[in-house]
C-alpha cells in the first residue's frame, strides 16, 4: 500500500515556474514507477510525466517536454515535477500516480493503483 501527497501548487504568472513534489508512505516507493497527470475542468486526465523506479527513464507529454522535468528522491520517498515556462493551458489538478510497475513508464490512468489528491496549478497571463 503506497499513500500519495502532492504539494507545491498555486498561482503563478505565464512565464513563472512551480515545483510540485509528491510525498509517499510505505516502504515500497522505490518498487515503482511514478507519474504525474493533470485534468483541467472538463478534460479527462492526461499523462504528463513519468520516471521509472530508480531514475534511468523518463518519459514527457509533448505539451511539456523541454518545460517540465520530472525527478525522484527514493531516500526521502518524494517525487518531483519541476515546471518552467509555464503557459496558460498548463492551468489544472495535477495528480501524482504509483504502482504501474517499475522498469517502464506507465501512461495511462488505468495503470496506476495509488493516486494522491491533486494539487491546483493555475496559470494567469
Known amino acids: 500500500q503506497v499513500q500519495l501527497v502532492e504539494s507545491g501548487g498555486g498561482l503563478m504568472q505565464a512565464g513563472g515556474s512551480l515545483r510540485l513534489s509528491c510525498a509517499a508512505s510505505?516502504?515500497?516507493?522505490?518498487?515503482?514507477?511514478m507519474g504525474w497527470f493533470r485534468q483541467a475542468p472538463g478534460k479527462e486526465r492526461e499523462f504528463v510525466a513519468g520516471?521509472?523506479?530508480?531514475?534511468?527513464?523518463?518519459q514527457y507529454a509533448d505539451s511539456v517536454k523541454g518545460r517540465f522535468t520530472i525527478s525522484r528522491d527514493n531516500v526521502k520517498n518524494t517525487a518531483y515535477l519541476q515546471m518552467n515556462s509555464l503557459k496558460l493551458e498548463d492551468t489544472a489538478v495535477y495528480y501524482c500516480?504509483?504502482?504501474?510497475?517499475?522498469?517502464?513508464?506507465?501512461?495511462?490512468?488505468?495503470?496506476?493503483?495509488?493516486w494522491g489528491q491533486g494539487t491546483q496549478v493555475t496559470v494567469t497571463s
Open positions: 510505505g516502504r515500497t516507493f522505490s518498487t515503482y514507477s
Open positions: 500516480g504509483s504502482g504501474a510497475g517499475r522498469a517502464y513508464v506507465a501512461s495511462r490512468v488505468s495503470e496506476y493503483a495509488y
Open positions: 520516471i521509472t523506479w530508480n531514475g534511468g527513464i523518463t
